[in-house]
């Protein structure tokens, strides 16, 4: 599945949140609300790397590890869509900076550039 196809799964099921949210809260979640969904789905995956790594103790970690990994994907779809970004194209613009920047790192201190 490419970032085209994760987008338009993402914003799909968004779509079904908000018909639910809306019949029985009378809102939908806003980008903020997103956002904020977001930032308690990192914690949870931080929590459960942790566990992967052996310092928490949680069950089924492996299975807990990819749900929260897809969900955090999930949630940095549905932002880029809502805030207009082109994740697919912002992914690889992002990807060729990190590759250009460590190798120059790579290459020697002498060709070292400024962090992106």
Do not use: I
Request: proline share 3%; aromatic share 6%.
């Amino acid at each position: 599945m490419d970032l085209f196809e994760v987008t338009r799964r993402a914003t799909d099921v968004a779509a079904l949140y908000d018909r639910l949210n809306e019949q029985q809260r009378g809102r939908t979640w806003t980008t903020d609300d997103y956002m904020l969904g977001f930032v308690g789905d990192v914690g949870d995956l931080a929590k459960l790397v942790m566990a992967h790594s052996g310092t928490r103790d949680t069950d089924d970690v492996r299975e807990q590890l990819g749900h929260e990994l897809a969900d955090c994907l999930y949630s940095v779809a549905v932002l880029a869509h809502r805030t207009g970004v082109d994740l697919a194209v912002e992914f690889d613009r992002c990807m060729n900076l990190l590759t250009g920047y460590v190798g120059q790192q790579l290459d020697g201190p002498s060709a070292a550039a400024p962090a992106p």
